[in-house]
């Protein structure tokens, strides 16, 4: 199957009333792993890579990746999509290399950390927005902030301090056109997100419940949402890892989120935890081993393993074969004649 517009799959999961995972990727291995576990649970896939992927692998590497990927599970719609993007450039790259989706993180200034004043977001994303619609790809804007920092890019902090205002949800969604609209609810970026488990004090669902109930159509995205499980925090610190206690975001909480409009959930921490740790244990009981297949085969499954799990919790499991990837030239064709429709259905408060 050739690569899937990310609206599509996202309109599809609406309907089908689940959530798709959002998996970061750098190298071969996390390709394989995401694309074993699509393969194991029969899901469409969102595979995504960060500015800091892109650079780390070069671009020509990884898209040839992705793309021996789609070939080699034609059963599996796959989105391709370019996470953070700091500016306008940036996406316009992306979608000039195939990604099928771009998010302008038009929230914080092209430096990637200063917070940006709204009506910098809008204007950026707008433009964003223009140029991939009419070649038929996906956008995702973000308003407010997220907290910490991962692979360079953040506003640092809480994630309570930029929390997102509903109002300026609907305005935003309303002069962007965007297809999904992250928000921040008080999650962080990396693996230190909460200090105990998370209550509403510090994760505001009722934000994403509000922002869901005026905005009913609109596809949101949970960033920073990897769940941090103890588990996996143990194997790397009984190999000699130093990692400090923390929580992430409880799976259950995710689940509440899918059932009021959440359609893509970012997962990163989560699967770089469970790889550190299946080559720490190698390393650590055989450590006379030196050929990197031993270790990176391990670690592999153990990403699987995650990722199929979070397919089946986030419910996108078995919905592989409801739908045929449309070309990305209808689906541009689509948002040129409106049958896409890009202004947001908006209730009354
Ligand atoms: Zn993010």
């Not at 649970?41 to 040839?64: C, H, M, N, W």
């Not at 993007?85 to 990637?112: H, P, Q, R, W």
């Not at 259950?252 to 699967?271: C, M």
């Amino acid at each position: 199957m050739p690569l899937v517009s990310m609206r599509q799959l996202l309109d599809e999961a609406a309907k089908g009333g689940y959530g798709v995972g959002a998996f970061n990727v750098n190298d071969m291995e996390q390709i394989q792993a995401i694309m074993a576990a699509a393969k194991e649970t029969k899901s469409p896939v969102i595979v995504q890579a960060s500015r800091g992927a892109r650079a780390f692998a070069e671009d020509l590497y990884l898209f040839k990746l992705i793309q021996a990927a789609a070939e080699l599970n034609p059963e599996i719609p796959i989105a391709m999509h370019q996470d953070h993007g700091n500016s306008f450039e940036t996406c316009k790259s992306a979608i000039e290399l195939g990604y099928t989706s771009v998010m302008m993180d038009g929230s914080l200034k092209a430096d990637g950390k200063t917070p940006a004043s709204f009506e910098e977001n809008v204007e950026v994303t707008r433009r964003a927005v223009d140029f991939a619609h009419e070649r038929g790809v996906t956008v995702e804007g973000e308003i407010g902030v997220l907290g910490g920092i991962e692979d360079g890019h953040g506003a640092g902090g809480s994630g309570l301090e930029h929390v997102t205002d509903p109002d300026q949800a609907v305005e935003f969604a309303e002069l962007t056109g965007v297809d999904a609209l992250a928000i921040a609810i008080g999650t962080s970026h990396g693996a230190y997100k909460f200090t105990k488990k998370p209550d509403g004090s510090v994760l505001k669902m009722d934000i994403l419940l509000a922002i869901h109930k005026r905005l009913p159509n609109t596809h949101l995205v949970m960033h920073g949402s990897s769940s941090v499980p103890k588990d996996l925090q143990d194997v790397v610190n009984k190999y000699g890892g130093k990692l400090k206690e923390t929580w992430g975001v409880p799976v259950e909480e995710i689940q509440l989120g899918i059932r009021n409009g959440v359609r893509k959930i970012n997962v990163d921490t989560d699967n770089r935890l469970a790889m550190t740790g299946a080559i720490r244990k190698v390393l650590w009981e055989t450590p006379e081993k030196f050929d990197p297949r031993d270790y990176m085969k391990p670690a592999r499954e153990a990403m699987q393993k995650v990722v199929a799990q979070r397919m089946t919790q986030f419910g996108q499991a078995g919905h592989a074969g409801d739908y045929k990837a449309l070309p990305i030239a209808e689906i541009a064709k689509g948002y040129a004649n409106g049958s896409l429709i890009t202004k947001p259905l908006v209730a009354a408060k």
